[in-house]
């Protein structure tokens, strides 16, 4: 009976070789405070100089997630304490982020294309990190400085369930933008939720921002959970109290951390040693040729235009390398449903097999395109086709250079197969004799025989028409 | 325009007679908190052609990074911290062949009027010891005064350079917004302030101006100069409607207008209706970027620390209580009250606006006039602890010097005579990138008034 009303806070941490406002290397579990310099550890008097890829990259988001984007983007401070954060106060984008207004097309959890509006994408630099050790707390600031991309979108999202499947889709879009690895589980995706209910028709109620959440699934279970807690609530006539909850993973509830009454503010004032930022003509030319066919527009086209199924479609466009292999192969082997077939299930063998990603492994797109048009002229028959797939991981050679040296091209031809099968009459004599006085059960031997003297090379019609033929 | 004073060419190699004369003098005055005459030059390497500052020594604001030497800030939250690195202005000396000698006092973080907020030590006046030398750069004006160097970096967020200078009776020179990087500038209020150059020679001002002058990679604010015709300036504007100066200070200014129009140049007078918005705007940014710009210092990563804390938040709040002198603590809380939200408007966002009304009245003087005349500061130096000015006083005295930075104009205090036997400032503010129209004039001025030495300095020891 109440409706849960979800938006998400997203940051990603941008793939740039250095940090947002200094060259020190942005480079994940290296050994703490060697990738720092007086910059990013907030000396006095050092100032901070734009990364301007990481700001192509937050353009990059912003356009592709249908904002509209700024042509004259600045910093803000944003101040608050804390001991990982060198300067103690956040160089951020308030007044005039990257990207207002867009908008993005999901898949939901029940399959239906939903659209989820983005209130605005921002840059921002991450903090350090702070370690309890008994008595004792420690700070790495490896990673102060990060660029981070905060994308946060309106609360449009109405489950636990569908903002997990949004979740999904939106780490697939910055991976196939090539602007994060979107990992959540080494912290270069984090997202806070917002969550409220209300009864059909009302308002918007009182939200409660949710923190701490480094799964998908945690997501989908706080917002769960919230709904419920919530709901009790305004069962029993209790007020729901705007606050910050952390999830506790440990026993799936989430905890009360602070109320409003404790918010902070951060005080926003325009960053003043960062002029403002204006696109020019060649910032645009790369932000648009940094531009992708998105993965759920790509699905659609891929799954239409070869035919395939939802699950197969799921599959081929999961990631920007899987899809540009299976389109590859799929238009050069003119078979894209095969293709995807191949690459659910014999590829995956294979892969887990010799322990490999798609990327790594010795398969290509010509490569599996060549096996399947071998297969589909008849040159070879699927077991056949089965062991050089096999043969292209472990050799790292061309089906076709496999088949040949291997002599395991299929037998097609008559003038190829007469003379084996007139072998094989030979050495059975007494059941061709036995056949063509009518007991024609034993005409299965024979295949057998035929099939057995060529490796199972032999087309099965082939053998068929032309024992048909002999036997009269 | 003269060279560098040959004199101080034959620094290094009449250092003890140098040590001589030094070490008594900066008993007297104490422009230095960190004072290393004796260390070889530490001038950079370079085309000797491309060194126009061969063999010069130069003093420091300690609020400026020199790699190996201290950089405290006058605050006992930095009294320990050795800087990592060089400043832009202070490695471009250097490869110009200057070489550092000294870190000088300056009020804490650069605030206050008079270097007696400084944590770390007390400097007096060269001229008369039981006065200031201004402030905040009091220190490298001191040090300049008592002829201890022949120039000295200091920082100009309202008027740093140009009071201690016109107190002390030296030349100031605060440039164009963005043309000196503040790349190693420990930053106070970031979009106010700029290096600066105080010297008794005025060609050196300029000499040290173009050796370290122009963009830097690690400031994305600084700049190239722009290019602005030359031409001779004819025109001066003075202030039709000065008042509340001191009377030594208003006999000096009223000579000095005799002067210019002896040299020729017309005044013009002309008001500046913002004028008496200045200050409070000045205060509301200055204290607001303060407030951020301070709160790296706690205690974590560098700077005072207390010897246990309970947890982090307990050692940082130890830390700024414990490090920080009350001025800078008055403007930190000042800066967090005009930041906070809700307010923003009724103060910051309205000191912004008082800030572009004063720059376009400024561009309605310069429509009027090649350069704007005032005094520098309305009284000569006062003596120490001095109750007759209060802080609130000192600070809407800023008013004549505040107004360039807002604006992000160069300005240029020039000795202009005494009174009462202690020197008084006069400034020239002329528009952006216009720096030549401020030394022309003050050249043109000295051939009149020759610039006082301080008694019992001398350049004795070169010989």
Not at chain 1, 103 to 108: D, G, R
């Amino acid at each position: 009976m109440y409706q849960t009303v979800v938006g998400l806070e997203i940051h990603i941490h941008l793939n740039t070789k250095s940090k947002a406002f200094c060259s020190c290397l942005a480079e994940f579990g290296d050994e703490p405070n060697t990738n720092v310099c007086p910059v990013c550890l907030g000396y006095p008097g050092v100032l901070p100089v734009l990364n301007e890829e990481a700001l192509t990259q937050g353009y990059t988001v912003a356009r592709a997630l249908g904002c509209n984007l700024s042509q004259r983007t600045l910093f803000d401070r944003k101040n608050y304490f804390y001991p990982d954060m060198p300067k103690n106060y956040q160089i951020t984008q308030f007044h005039d982020p990257v990207g207002r207004d867009g908008k993005i097309e999901f898949q939901a959890h029940d399959g239906t294309i939903k659209t989820i509006r983005i209130h605005d994408v921002h840059l921002e630099e991450d903090a350090g990190k702070m370690i309890h050790a008994g008595d004792m707390s420690l700070c790495d600031y490896n990673r102060a400085g990060y660029s981070l991309l905060e994308v946060v979108t309106e609360p449009d999202l109405t489950s636990g369930e569908d903002a997990e499947a949004f979740l999904l889709s939106f780490q697939r879009l910055v991976r196939y933008l090539g602007v994060s690895d979107g990992n959540m589980d080494e912290g270069s995706m984090k997202c806070d939720t917002n969550v409220s209910i209300r009864k059909a028709g009302e308002p918007l109620g009182t939200k409660v921002e949710i923190k701490n959440l480094n799964s998908t699934r945690f997501i989908k279970k706080a917002i769960e959970f919230e709904t419920k807690r919530q709901a009790t609530a305004l069962e029993t006539n209790q007020r729901i109290v705007q606050e910050t909850r952390l999830w506790n993973e440990n026993r799936d509830v989430t905890e009360s951390m602070r109320s409003k009454e404790g918010s902070l503010d951060y005080r926003y004032f325009p960053e003043p040693d960062i002029p403002p930022f204006l696109p020019d003509a060649a910032f645009w030319a790369a932000v648009e040729s940094r531009q992708v066919e998105l993965p759920l527009a790509r699905k659609h086209r891929l799954t239409a235009a070869f035919g395939l199924s939802r699950e197969q479609g799921d599959f081929v466009a999961e990631s920007r390398f899987m899809a540009d292999f299976f389109e590859q192969a799929a238009k050069e082997s003119g078979n894209g449903l095969a293709v995807a077939n191949w690459l659910m299930g014999d590829v995956q063998k294979e892969l887990n097999h010799f322990n490999l990603s798609l990327e790594a492994s010795p398969l290509t797109p010509f490569r599996l395109a060549q096996l399947q048009k071998l297969l589909d002229s008849g040159r070879i028959h699927i077991k056949i086709a089965k062991q050089l797939l096999d043969a292209v991981f472990e050799q790292n050679k061309d089906p076709e250079v496999v088949m040949r040296e291997k002599g395991l091209e299929a037998i097609t031809t008559e003038e190829q197969l007469s003379p084996i099968v007139d072998k094989v009459f030979e050495a059975h004599a007494t059941v061709v004799e036995a056949i063509k006085a009518g007991d024609a059960r034993q005409k299965g031997f024979l295949v057998g025989q035929v099939m057995k003297a060529t490796d199972g090379r032999a087309a099965p019609a082939l053998v068929n028409s032309l024992l048909a033929k002999r036997l009269g | 325009m003269s060279d560098a004073p040959s004199p101080w060419k034959s620094f290094q190699a009449k250092k003890e007679a140098y040590l001589a004369y030094a070490r008594p003098w900066e008993k007297k005055v104490g422009s230095f908190l960190t004072f290393r005459p004796e260390a070889p030059s530490s001038a950079g390497s370079g085309p000797s052609g491309a060194r126009p500052l061969e063999g010069l020594p130069f003093g420091v604001k300690d609020n400026i990074a020199v790699r190996d030497f201290p950089l405290t800030c006058g605050s006992k939250m930095l009294a320990d911290l050795v800087s990592p690195y060089d400043a832009t202005v202070v490695a471009r000396a250097k490869a110009a062949g200057a070489s550092v000698i000294g870190k000088t006092n300056l009020d804490e973080f650069g605030m206050g009027s008079s270097t007696e907020n400084s944590a770390l030590g007390k400097t007096s006046n060269p001229w008369d010891q039981s006065r200031v030398a201004g402030g905040s750069s009091g220190g490298s004006a001191a040090a300049v005064a008592a002829g201890l160097v022949p120039f000295a970096f200091g920082t100009d967020t309202g008027g740093s350079v140009r009071q201690p200078a016109g107190f002390c009776g030296v030349y100031g020179f605060k440039p164009t917004y963005g043309v000196l990087s503040r790349y190693g500038l420990t930053a106070y209020a970031s979009s106010l302030e700029t290096p600066g150059i105080l010297a008794k020679d005025l060609g050196l001002v300029k000499t040290v101006f173009d050796a370290v002058k122009g963009r830097d990679p690690h400031d994305q604010t600084s700049l190239d100069p722009e290019s602005q015709p030359v031409r001779p300036v004819k025109t001066i504007a003075v202030l039709a409607d000065l008042a509340d100066l001191d009377p030594g200070v208003k006999a000096v200014y009223e000579q000095t207008l005799v002067h210019l129009k002896a040299l020729g140049y017309t005044l013009v007078p002309v008001t500046l209706p913002t004028l008496e918005y200045a200050v409070p705007a000045y205060y509301t940014i200055a204290t607001a970027e303060a407030s951020a710009n301070l709160a790296r210092f706690n205690g974590i990563r560098y700077g005072h620390r207390p010897v246990y804390a309970e947890n982090p938040e307990h050692l940082v709040r130890q830390s700024r209580t414990a490090g920080f002198g009350n001025e800078v603590k008055t403007r930190i809380m000042l800066g967090t009250y005009v930041l906070r939200s809700g307010f923003q408007d009724q103060f910051y966002t309205k000191a912004q606006k008082v800030r572009t009304l004063i720059s376009n009245d400024l561009q309605k003087v310069f429509d009027q006039a090649d350069l704007l005349l005032t005094p520098t500061f309305p009284v000569p130096a006062f003596v120490h602890g001095d109750k007759t000015m209060t802080e609130f006083q000192q600070k809407l005295a800023d008013k004549f010097t505040v107004t360039a930075n807002l604006a992000g104009v160069p300005a240029l205090s020039f000795p202009a005579g005494l009174a009462g036997g202690l020197p008084v400032g006069m400034q020239f503010t002329a528009p952006a990138f216009c720096e030549a129209r401020l030394f022309e004039a003050a050249a043109a001025f000295a051939t009149r008034v020759p610039v006082a030495d301080c008694p019992g300095t001398s350049l004795d020891w070169s010989k």
